[in-house]
């Protein structure tokens, strides 16, 4: 099993940053991509960006492209997302991802097998 724990949400102005982390314990080994998803009020859970874990290779949603970077730290068996210029509709609650899986759409909640528990991101405009 893998454990994921995500920090650094908050509070912010509208344009700021936030850079959030997933910390990754357990069998790493086994998870081939991380992602970052997000679910405001009465939404469906979307996807943010995603990492390819054996090279690096990165996801974006066509809003965030541009401003959030997804990065991984192996060392630290952690990643991140960088989120720059926030926008008040970047409001929801954050949640990153892991999946064992080598084939199927990397942007659909279902290709993920372990989620973490969330972290709140809020900007005010």
């Known amino acids: 099993q893998v454990q994921l724990v995500e920090s650094g949400g908050g509070l912010v102005q509208a344009g700021d940053s936030l850079r959030l982390s997933c910390a990754v314990s357990?069998?790493?080994?086994?998870?081939?991509?991380m992602a970052w998803f997000r679910q405001a009020p009465g939404k469906e859970r979307e996807f943010v960006a995603a990492?390819?874990?054996?090279?690096?290779?990165?996801y974006y949603e066509g809003s965030v492209m541009g401003r959030f970077t997804i990065s991984r730290d192996s060392a630290k068996n952690t990643h991140y997302l960088q989120m720059n210029s926030l926008k008040p509709e970047d409001t929801a609650e954050y949640y990153c991802?892991?999946?064992?899986?080598?084939?199927?759409?990397?942007?659909?909640?279902?290709?993920?097998?372990?989620w973490g528990q969330g972290t709140q991101v809020t900007v005010s405009s």
């Open positions: 357990g069998r790493t080994f086994s998870r081939y991509y």
């Open positions: 991802a892991a999946s064992s899986r080598t084939a199927g759409s990397v942007r659909g909640p279902d290709f993920y097998d372990s």
């Open positions: 990492i390819r874990r054996v090279d690096g290779f990165t």
